[in-house]
C-alpha cells in the first residue's frame, strides 16, 4: 500500500471512528444522567430556588429531554457556565446540551463546530437605565458609559447601533452577569444593555427594581436555543423534538392538567403525539409515548414559559412573538407525522 492510499486509509479510520464516537445519547443513558449546561444564575431561565434546586425556562428545557429519555427530570446534571466557558464546555463534550440562553448565529455553527437545535425564546438586545433619567429611547443615550459582559452578542450590537447612530459610546465589559450588575448599581454605567429577557431578569438583582425601566428599543434579533455538538445527528433530532414536542403539545391543547384525557384521544395527530399511531419515538430510540413524558413532566410550552418568566412568574415578560403562530406569535413546530 502506497502512502497515499495509506493516508486515505488511516483518515477512513479516523472518520469512522469519530462517527463511532458520536453516540451521545449512548453515552447520556450509560451515564445514567443528562450533562446539562445552564447559566451561573439567570432568574426565570437558570438559577437555583430557596431550596437549592435549579429552575426556570431553561432548565426545565433540560428536564424536558430528561423525562423523553428516562421518564424521570431529575435525571439532570446541571452544569453552571460563564458566557465565555458555555460553547468550548459543549465542544469537549464536558455537558451533553447547552441550555443557556445563547444565541443562533452563523458563527457559531460554522466556526465552533456547533447546532443549534430549534429557537427557543425569540428575543432581542434592549437597554436598562435608571427611571430617575427620564430616558424615552435608546437614541437619547449618546455618551453613556454602557454594562454588557463579556463573551456575547451584546458587544458587536451595541458597538453597531452607536456606531450607525453617530453617538459615542464607551463600553464597559465585564466576566460575568454578577459583575455587570454590580457596575450598574455603583454607578460605574449608565446603562446596561444585553436581552430584553436578561434585562427583566437582572433587574430583579437590584435593591430597588422599580427604580428601573427597560427601553422599548430592540436593536437585534436574538434567537435563543438549545444547542449540541456537530456531528451526531439523532441526538440533534431527540433534542430538536423534544422542544417541538413542548409547541406541539401547546398548539394541540394538551398539558399537565389534560394528559389523560388525550391518552385516549381518538384524533390522529393526538394519537402519534401521545405514541399510539406510529413509531415516532423508537425511531429515535426513545419509546413510544416519549412525548407525553415530556408534558408530564414539565407541561407544554405555554406552562413553561408562563410559570418561568410570563405573567405568573416575578419576571411577568409579556408572552409577545413567542405566542404560537395561530395566536398570533411565531413560534411554530413542524408535525409529528
Known amino acids: 500500500m502506497n502512502r497515499i492510499a495509506t493516508a486515505l486509509a488511516a483518515a477512513g479510520v479516523l472518520l469512522t471512528a469519530g462517527v463511532a464516537q458520536a453516540n451521545t445519547l449512548a453515552d447520556v443513558k450509560a451515564r445514567g444522567t443528562l450533562k446539562c449546561g445552564v447559566s451561573q444564575g439567570l432568574a426565570g431561565f437558570s438559577a437555583k430556588d430557596d431550596k437549592g434546586q435549579w429552575a426556570g425556562f ?10 423523553a429519555i428516562f421518564d424521570d427530570a431529575s435525571k439532570v446534571e446541571y ?23 445563547s444565541t443562533w448565529t452563523m458563527q457559531r455553527e460554522a466556526d465552533l463546530g456547533l447546532l443549534f437545535a430549534a429557537v ?4 432581542g438586545q434592549g437597554f436598562m437605565v435608571p427611571a430617575a433619567k427620564n430616558v424615552m429611547g435608546a437614541l437619547e443615550l449618546g455618551g453613556s458609559k454602557v454594562c454588557t459582559q463579556a463573551g456575547t452578542t451584546s458587544i458587536d450590537n451595541v458597538q453597531d447601533y ?11 465589559q465585564l466576566p460575568t452577569v454578577d459583575d455587570v450588575v454590580k457596575a450598574y448599581a455603583d454607578g460605574t454605567c449608565d446603562v446596561l444593555t444585553t436581552d430584553v429577557s436578561q434585562l427583566y ?3 430583579l438583582k437590584l435593591a430597588k427594581p422599580a427604580d428601573y425601566v427597560v427601553l422599548p428599543d430592540v436593536i437585534s434579533k436574538e434567537p435563543l436555543g438549545p444547542v449540541v455538538r456537530q456531528g ?11 422542544f417541538y414536542a413542548l409547541l406541539n403539545a401547546e398548539e394541540l391543547g394538551i398539558s399537565t392538567a389534560t394528559l389523560d384525557e388525550a391518552a385516549k384521544s381518538e384524533k390522529p395527530d393526538v394519537k402519534r403525539f401521545a405514541g399510539s399511531d406510529g413509531a415516532y419515538g423508537e425511531k429515535l430510540g426513545l419509546t413510544p409515548d416519549w412525548a407525553m413524558r415530556i408534558v408530564g413532566s414539565v407541561g407544554n410550552y405555554g406552562e413553561v414559559f408562563e410559570r418561568n418568566i ?16 395561530s395566536a398570533g406569535g411565531i413560534q411554530y413546530a413542524p408535525p409529528i407525522r
Open 120 to 123: 427557543s425564546y425569540y428575543d
Open 201 to 203: 431578569a437582572l433587574r
Open 162 to 172: 452607536f456606531k450607525q447612530n453617530k453617538m459615542e459610546l464607551e463600553l464597559i
Open 310 to 325: 410570563g405573567a405568573q412568574s416575578p419576571l411577568g415578560i409579556p408572552r409577545g412573538i413567542n405566542q404560537l403562530w
Open 79 to 101: 452544569v453552571p457556565l460563564s458566557a465565555e466557558a458555555r460553547f468550548p464546555a459543549l465542544q469537549k463534550g464536558e455537558v451533553d446540551l447547552l441550555s443557556r440562553n
Open 232 to 242: 451526531d445527528d439523532n441526538w440533534l433530532n431527540i433534542v430538536k423534538w423534544s
Open 58 to 67: 431553561d432548565v426545565d428545557f433540560c428536564k424536558a429531554v430528561a423525562a
